[in-house]
């Protein structure tokens, strides 16, 4: 059964830096790997989605890793912005059945 | 990206009552939509895979007499929630990716069901 685990839980940093969130999941036997984004009461956004061929995909100031043999996943965001405030969520798994991670809980001052 | 809509975003009901909710694909055309379900502070659980014209599947422990599925059209999806507990309480999105889109999916705004 896959699981998909999310470090760190929360994260709480100054406006303008660079940030690194974690996903690993325990099965490498995926078809991608989705990056999403949920503000409180929200629904889900999504950011990025790296097919299981690929090693990363970029948007803007996000790009997102995939290092499936070791089952990873990382989410960077270039300097950080206070709009960036929410919570993350990686999601794995097969064509369009996701396993989604517990999330990071983000949070940007200015 | 595509766009999904859900319908209500809140919604009270009382115990015994049932409600429905409603998930459009507002621009393409979605065979399968997926019913996720979150708790507070908590990640998305798979529900029900939505099949067009077909039955709904369901994840195990999912009550399907609970949690009524139906997949009219291609763009429309209902979740009914039968005599509903307030144990029932929770957030409920649903999803639905776009035919050849390599599987992304893409989500409603969620509906939060509050029973009394």
């Known amino acids: 059964k896959q699981e998909v685990t999310q470090i760190p839980a929360a994260l709480s940093v100054p406006e303008g830096e660079n940030l690194v969130l974690n996903c690993s999941f325990t099965d490498s036997a995926i078809y991608n790997l989705q990056w999403f984004r949920q503000d409180p009461g929200k629904g889900l956004t999504s950011l990025l989605l790296?097919?299981?061929?690929?090693r990363e995909q970029t948007s803007g100031r996000l790009n997102a890793s995939l290092d499936k043999s070791s089952g990873r996943s990382t989410l960077y965001i270039a300097a950080s912005q206070p709009g960036d405030s929410a919570t993350y969520l990686c999601a794995v798994g097969g064509f369009q059945k996701l396993v989604f991670g517990t999330g990071t809980r983000l949070l940007v001052s200015p | 990206g595509a766009v999904v809509s859900q319908h209500p975003s809140r919604v009270i009901c009382k115990s015994g009552t049932s409600v429905k909710i409603e998930c459009r694909s507002l621009d393409f055309q979605a065979t399968t939509m997926f019913w996720y379900r979150q708790f507070p502070k908590k990640s998305l659980m798979l529900m029900a895979t939505?099949?067009?014209?077909?039955?709904?599947?369901?994840e195990q422990g999912v009550e399907k007499d609970k949690f009524l599925i139906n997949h009219a059209s291609l763009t429309l999806s209902t979740l009914t929630v039968t005599s509903a507990h307030p144990e029932d309480s929770s957030f409920y999105i649903c999803s639905a990716g776009l035919a050849g889109g390599g599987g992304e999916l893409f989500f409603g705004e969620g509906s939060r069901l509050t029973v009394l």
């Open positions: 790296i097919q299981s061929s690929q």
């Open positions: 939505s099949n067009e014209g077909s039955k709904a599947t369901y």
